[in-house]
Protein backbone atom coordinates (compact mmCIF):
# COMPACT_ATOMS: atom_id res chain seq x y z
CA UNK A 1 0.00 0.00 0.00
CA UNK A 2 1.02 3.52 -0.08
CA UNK A 3 2.65 4.85 2.74
CA UNK A 4 2.61 8.54 4.25
CA UNK A 5 5.68 9.97 6.37
CA UNK A 6 5.58 12.41 8.77
CA UNK A 7 8.17 13.98 10.50
CA UNK A 8 9.13 14.33 13.18
CA UNK A 9 6.69 12.66 15.48
CA UNK A 10 7.41 13.97 18.54
CA UNK A 11 8.77 17.81 18.88
CA UNK A 12 9.39 20.64 21.87
CA UNK A 13 9.54 24.11 21.08
CA UNK A 14 9.92 27.15 23.13
CA UNK A 15 7.01 29.77 23.03
CA UNK A 16 7.84 32.12 20.30
CA UNK A 17 9.29 29.70 17.73
CA UNK A 18 8.27 28.24 14.80
CA UNK A 19 8.28 24.68 14.48
CA UNK A 20 8.34 22.64 10.80
CA UNK A 21 6.26 19.52 10.25
CA UNK A 22 7.10 17.37 7.31
CA UNK A 23 4.40 15.19 5.04
CA UNK A 24 5.95 12.68 2.82
CA UNK A 25 4.66 10.29 0.14
CA UNK A 26 6.93 7.99 -0.40
CA UNK A 27 5.85 5.79 -3.38
CA UNK A 28 3.23 8.34 -4.85
CA UNK A 29 2.91 11.67 -6.55
CA UNK A 30 0.25 13.53 -4.33
CA UNK A 31 -1.32 16.27 -5.54
CA UNK A 32 -3.14 17.08 -3.02
CA UNK A 33 -2.48 16.73 0.83
CA UNK A 34 -4.36 17.93 3.66
CA UNK A 35 -3.12 18.73 7.19
CA UNK A 36 -6.09 17.95 10.37
CA UNK A 37 -5.46 19.08 14.24
CA UNK A 38 -6.56 16.70 16.76
CA UNK A 39 -7.25 17.30 20.43
CA UNK A 40 -7.22 14.66 23.05
CA UNK A 41 -10.41 12.06 22.84
CA UNK A 42 -11.48 14.68 20.26
CA UNK A 43 -11.89 14.00 16.15
CA UNK A 44 -9.90 15.55 13.75
CA UNK A 45 -10.50 19.22 12.46
CA UNK A 46 -9.42 19.83 8.72
CA UNK A 47 -6.92 22.80 9.01
CA UNK A 48 -6.28 23.56 5.41
CA UNK A 49 -5.98 21.89 1.73
CA UNK A 50 -2.77 21.86 0.27
CA UNK A 51 -2.19 21.73 -3.58
CA UNK A 52 0.83 21.12 -5.41
CA UNK A 53 2.20 24.43 -6.64
CA UNK A 54 -0.36 26.83 -5.50
CA UNK A 55 -1.86 28.49 -2.38
CA UNK A 56 -3.49 26.10 0.53
CA UNK A 57 -7.20 26.06 1.39
CA UNK A 58 -7.57 27.07 4.84
CA UNK A 59 -10.60 25.98 6.44
CA UNK A 60 -12.62 28.71 8.42
CA UNK A 61 -11.52 30.01 11.48
CA UNK A 62 -7.82 28.94 10.72
CA UNK A 63 -5.18 31.25 10.87
CA UNK A 64 -2.71 31.83 7.62
CA UNK A 65 -0.17 33.54 8.62
CA UNK A 66 0.31 31.34 11.77
CA UNK A 67 0.15 27.78 10.01
CA UNK A 68 2.16 27.93 6.86
CA UNK A 69 1.77 25.44 4.22
CA UNK A 70 3.58 24.82 1.55
CA UNK A 71 3.53 22.03 -1.15
CA UNK A 72 6.64 22.53 -3.51
CA UNK A 73 6.74 18.87 -4.55
CA UNK A 74 4.75 16.35 -5.75
CA UNK A 75 5.90 14.29 -2.86
CA UNK A 76 6.07 17.27 0.11
CA UNK A 77 4.12 19.06 2.21
CA UNK A 78 4.99 21.41 5.03
CA UNK A 79 3.03 22.47 7.92
CA UNK A 80 4.88 25.55 9.76
CA UNK A 81 3.46 26.63 13.34
CA UNK A 82 5.10 30.37 13.34
CA UNK A 83 5.51 31.96 16.54
CA UNK A 84 3.88 29.07 18.56
CA UNK A 85 2.26 29.41 21.95
CA UNK A 86 1.03 26.85 24.34
CA UNK A 87 -2.02 26.62 22.87
CA UNK A 88 -0.93 25.11 19.91
CA UNK A 89 0.17 22.12 22.00
CA UNK A 90 -1.07 19.24 19.67
CA UNK A 91 -1.81 16.49 17.44
CA UNK A 92 -1.50 17.25 13.91
CA UNK A 93 -1.29 14.65 10.93
CA UNK A 94 -1.38 14.39 7.54
CA UNK A 95 -3.08 12.77 4.88
CA UNK A 96 -1.81 12.63 1.17
CA UNK A 97 -4.64 11.97 -1.53
CA UNK A 98 -3.02 9.26 -4.48
CA UNK A 99 -4.03 9.90 -8.09
CA UNK A 100 -5.56 13.51 -9.74
CA UNK A 101 -9.47 14.64 -10.76
CA UNK A 102 -12.79 12.36 -9.21
CA UNK A 103 -12.11 9.93 -6.31
CA UNK A 104 -13.08 7.01 -8.66
CA UNK A 105 -12.43 3.94 -5.99
CA UNK A 106 -12.78 6.11 -2.93
CA UNK A 107 -9.64 5.09 -0.74
CA UNK A 108 -7.47 7.13 -2.23
CA UNK A 109 -6.14 8.93 0.87
CA UNK A 110 -3.18 7.78 2.61
CA UNK A 111 -2.41 8.92 6.81
CA UNK A 112 0.74 9.88 7.91
CA UNK A 113 1.94 8.96 11.69
CA UNK A 114 1.20 12.11 12.97
CA UNK A 115 3.49 14.77 14.65
CA UNK A 116 2.91 15.28 18.28
CA UNK A 117 3.24 19.57 19.32
CA UNK A 118 4.31 20.33 22.91
CA UNK A 119 5.15 24.02 23.20
CA UNK A 120 6.84 25.02 26.45
CA UNK B 1 -21.79 21.43 3.89
CA UNK B 2 -22.11 17.76 5.08
CA UNK B 3 -21.82 16.28 8.15
CA UNK B 4 -20.94 13.24 10.63
CA UNK B 5 -22.28 12.61 13.66
CA UNK B 6 -21.38 9.86 15.90
CA UNK B 7 -23.90 9.83 18.83
CA UNK B 8 -21.99 7.42 21.07
CA UNK B 9 -19.01 9.07 22.64
CA UNK B 10 -17.95 5.49 24.66
CA UNK B 11 -19.02 2.22 24.22
CA UNK B 12 -17.93 -1.24 25.54
CA UNK B 13 -18.08 -4.83 24.92
CA UNK B 14 -17.36 -8.07 26.02
CA UNK B 15 -14.27 -10.10 24.85
CA UNK B 16 -15.83 -12.33 21.27
CA UNK B 17 -19.28 -10.40 21.24
CA UNK B 18 -20.46 -8.11 19.24
CA UNK B 19 -20.75 -4.02 19.10
CA UNK B 20 -22.50 -1.68 16.64
CA UNK B 21 -20.99 1.79 16.52
CA UNK B 22 -23.69 4.18 15.14
CA UNK B 23 -23.57 6.90 12.65
CA UNK B 24 -25.72 9.44 10.56
CA UNK B 25 -24.45 12.05 8.15
CA UNK B 26 -26.03 14.93 5.81
CA UNK B 27 -25.35 15.81 2.64
CA UNK B 28 -27.63 16.66 -0.62
CA UNK B 29 -25.39 14.83 -2.60
CA UNK B 30 -26.55 11.66 -3.96
CA UNK B 31 -22.83 10.36 -5.00
CA UNK B 32 -20.36 9.42 -2.19
CA UNK B 33 -17.93 7.28 -0.21
CA UNK B 34 -18.51 6.26 3.25
CA UNK B 35 -15.74 5.36 5.84
CA UNK B 36 -14.98 3.94 9.01
CA UNK B 37 -11.31 4.43 10.22
CA UNK B 38 -9.59 2.86 13.55
CA UNK B 39 -7.12 5.04 15.60
CA UNK B 40 -5.67 3.24 18.34
CA UNK B 41 -3.48 4.79 21.20
CA UNK B 42 -0.67 4.94 18.16
CA UNK B 43 -3.13 7.51 16.60
CA UNK B 44 -2.36 5.77 13.76
CA UNK B 45 -5.30 6.35 11.28
CA UNK B 46 -6.42 2.96 9.99
CA UNK B 47 -9.10 2.39 7.32
CA UNK B 48 -11.46 -0.17 8.26
CA UNK B 49 -13.99 -0.31 5.97
CA UNK B 50 -15.31 1.72 2.55
CA UNK B 51 -18.67 2.16 1.13
CA UNK B 52 -19.81 3.36 -2.10
CA UNK B 53 -23.14 5.31 -2.05
CA UNK B 54 -24.13 3.92 -5.43
CA UNK B 55 -23.54 0.49 -4.46
CA UNK B 56 -26.57 -1.55 -2.08
CA UNK B 57 -24.92 -3.88 -0.83
CA UNK B 58 -23.23 -3.60 2.32
CA UNK B 59 -19.46 -3.75 2.86
CA UNK B 60 -17.99 -6.42 4.75
CA UNK B 61 -14.39 -6.95 5.82
CA UNK B 62 -13.90 -10.18 7.75
CA UNK B 63 -15.45 -9.83 11.00
CA UNK B 64 -16.23 -5.80 9.94
CA UNK B 65 -19.57 -4.81 8.34
CA UNK B 66 -21.22 -2.28 7.73
CA UNK B 67 -25.64 -1.53 7.96
CA UNK B 68 -25.98 1.54 4.99
CA UNK B 69 -29.29 2.78 5.15
CA UNK B 70 -28.88 5.08 2.59
CA UNK B 71 -32.40 7.08 2.24
CA UNK B 72 -32.01 7.02 6.11
CA UNK B 73 -28.52 8.76 5.86
CA UNK B 74 -27.01 5.75 8.66
CA UNK B 75 -23.93 3.78 7.96
CA UNK B 76 -23.14 1.67 11.38
CA UNK B 77 -20.52 -0.28 11.77
CA UNK B 78 -20.68 -3.76 13.23
CA UNK B 79 -17.40 -5.56 14.80
CA UNK B 80 -18.36 -9.26 15.35
CA UNK B 81 -16.03 -11.70 17.48
CA UNK B 82 -14.54 -8.41 18.98
CA UNK B 83 -10.96 -8.90 19.83
CA UNK B 84 -8.68 -6.85 22.78
CA UNK B 85 -7.01 -5.64 19.14
CA UNK B 86 -10.72 -3.72 18.63
CA UNK B 87 -10.28 -1.54 21.45
CA UNK B 88 -9.67 2.03 19.91
CA UNK B 89 -11.40 5.18 18.54
CA UNK B 90 -13.18 4.93 15.73
CA UNK B 91 -14.09 7.40 13.34
CA UNK B 92 -17.00 7.60 10.71
CA UNK B 93 -16.15 9.65 8.06
CA UNK B 94 -17.64 11.25 4.45
CA UNK B 95 -16.02 12.43 1.08
CA UNK B 96 -17.73 13.31 -1.92
CA UNK B 97 -17.17 11.48 -5.28
CA UNK B 98 -17.37 14.78 -7.38
CA UNK B 99 -14.21 16.83 -7.51
CA UNK B 100 -13.59 20.48 -8.08
CA UNK B 101 -12.87 23.77 -5.91
CA UNK B 102 -15.29 22.85 -3.26
CA UNK B 103 -14.79 19.26 -3.26
CA UNK B 104 -10.92 18.35 -2.71
CA UNK B 105 -11.50 14.89 -1.77
CA UNK B 106 -11.22 15.69 1.60
CA UNK B 107 -12.75 13.64 4.59
CA UNK B 108 -15.36 14.58 6.64
CA UNK B 109 -14.88 13.17 9.87
CA UNK B 110 -17.91 12.26 13.13
CA UNK B 111 -16.92 12.83 16.80
CA UNK B 112 -15.79 9.62 17.24
CA UNK B 113 -16.33 6.58 19.60
CA UNK B 114 -13.98 5.54 22.22
CA UNK B 115 -14.88 1.25 21.77
CA UNK B 116 -13.62 -0.66 25.06
CA UNK B 117 -13.33 -4.09 24.84
CA UNK B 118 -13.28 -6.08 27.80
CA UNK B 119 -12.04 -9.33 28.58
Given at each position: GAVVSQHPSRVICKSGTSVKIECRSLDFQATTMFWYRQFPKQSLMLMATSNEGSKATYEQGVEKDKFLIN?????LSTLTVTS??????SFYICSARK??????????IYFGEGSWLTVV | AQTVTQSQPEMSVQEAETVTLSCTYDTSESDYYLFWYKQPPSRQMILVIRQEAYKQQNATENRFSVNFQKAAKSFSLKISD??????AMYFCAYRSATYGSSNTGKLIFGQGTTLQVKP
Open positions: HASLTAHPEDSGRGPPVGGNT | SQLGDA
